[in-house]
């Protein structure tokens, strides 16, 4: 009997323990229930989504919770417990329904109010509480199609999102570095008072306004910019990584390329250099030339009226050359065929006929006040002084060769 009534004992301690075990997790959040706590109430308009258990907080920090949630003369009563019971409240204080997250869970945000107003000695009246705010309301002032359309993009999100969890991990793990430089950059544009960050602002104005009114010509450039990115990934990009691939033997062969025509473009500086004057020439005699143009309108439209009343003239003339002039030709033809043998004969002889007629001129240059006159020298001889003939002979070539008629002279 001993022993049964010991096993009692222990089995009873046993359940004892694990009912207070179990009363001391179900208020686990709350403390310990045996504590000394501060107790507030509020009446509230409406506290949709706040339960018994949910936070108290003063300043974002957790001083309690909430201990009792009900109906009270038609409108919401919530007792709230503080875990100081030395916490004060005074006449001011305000208390708000908070949402704590979008999945509708709340708490009550306690202002304690200032001392100067003194203590609170009753229930905090309603017109110094917030009633609580739903999410749910918010979406409400939506229509049909804007939620349909928020839901889809909801769900796209999520569906994005699968498989990504190390493409967000990387991204927290460089959001320090990102971060790090964002501060920079904020810190750069707000060097000289933010005159950076005021240049940055009107140069983004003022291409906003270059883009004003173009916006179908911005869409075409984008719709064509992704044509061109789609024939990028033709065949899976291949085209392009050849095409990168053969990019620096290319790109050296170009600079090869490029240092040949360095000298030859250096020849064409020079050559348009020198052009320069011919061309500035050219550029003053624009007017001039201008005007010329401009003053020959008048004579050129006049061209085809002289062209028409000169066409039978030339029909005349052709019809003159034809039946008239032909045979004369055909005539001057024959007489010069006749002429070239004594003409080729005269022609060796040019220099002496020349001297003949210079002579000739020379004899009647002499001139007097009572005009021109010619001058004869006579030579005497012994046959002229004595009357005694001689016996001369002569000695002359009828037919003399070209250059030597002077020889001739002298016999």
């Not at 304690?112 to 009753?122: E, I, R, V």
């Not at 769900?155 to 990504?164: A, K, L, N, V």
């Not at 060796?348 to 001297?355: F, L």
């Amino acid at each position: 009997m001993a022993s049964t009534g010991r096993a009692n004992i222990a089995g009873y301690s046993t359940l004892g323990a694990f009912v207070v075990a179990i009363i001391f997790g179900l208020n686990a959040t709350h403390g310990s229930p045996l504590r000394e706590r501060a107790t507030v109430s509020a009446d509230f308009d409406d506290v949709s989504g706040l339960y018994v258990g949910d936070d108290v907080r003063i300043s974002s920090v957790r001083v309690g919770f909430v201990d009792e949630v009900r109906l009270k003369d038609g409108h919401a009563f919530a007792v709230m417990k503080l875990d100081d019971p030395d916490t004060k409240v005074y006449a001011d204080a305000t208390a708000g329904v908070i949402d704590r997250s979008g999945l509708g869970q709340k708490f009550v945000n306690l202002d304690p109010g200032s001392p100067s107003a003194g203590p609170l000695t009753g229930t905090i009246a309603m017109d110094h509480t917030i009633r609580a705010q739903d999410i749910n309301g918010l979406f409400n002032t939506f229509d049909d199609k804007t939620r349909a359309a928020a839901g889809s993009t909801l769900r796209e999100f999520g569906g994005g999102m699968d498989g990504h969890a190390q493409d967000l991990n990387d991204l927290l793990h460089t959001a320090p570095g990102i971060l790090s430089n964002s501060g920079i950059v904020s810190d750069t544009l707000a060097e000289n008072n933010g005159s950076s960050l005021v240049g940055l602002m009107q140069s983004a104005d003022t291409i906003s306004a270059r883009f004003r009114g173009r916006q179908q010509h911005v869409a075409d450039v984008i719709d064509q910019l992704g044509t061109t990115f789609d024939a990028f990934a033709v065949d899976e990009g291949q085209p392009l990584e050849q095409t990168i691939a053969k990019g620096p033997e290319t790109l050296k062969e170009t600079r090869e390329a490029l240092d040949d025509l360095r000298k030859p473009l250096k020849h064409t500086a020079s050559a348009m250099k020198d052009l320069r004057p011919g061309a500035k020439a050219l550029g003053d005699s624009m007017p001039d030339l201008r005007g010329f143009m401009r003053d020959a309108v008048d004579p050129l439209e006049k061209v085809p009226d002289v062209s028409d009343e000169a066409v039978p003239a030339l029909e005349s003339l052709t019809d003159l050359t034809h039946e008239n002039l032909r045979p004369l030709a055909r005539q001057l033809v024959a007489t010069g065929d006749g002429a070239a043998p004594p003409v080729k004969v005269f022609g060796q002889y040019v220099p002496e006929i020349v001297r003949y007629f210079r002579d000739v001129a020379s004899t009647t240059a002499n001139k007097q006040p009572g005009g021109q006159y010619t001058r004869i020298l006579v030579i005497p001889s012994d046959e002229s002084v004595g009357g005694k003939p001689a016996l001369v002979k002569i000695n002359r070539n009828p037919y003399v060769a070209p250059g030597e008629t002077d020889d001739q002279g002298d016999n």
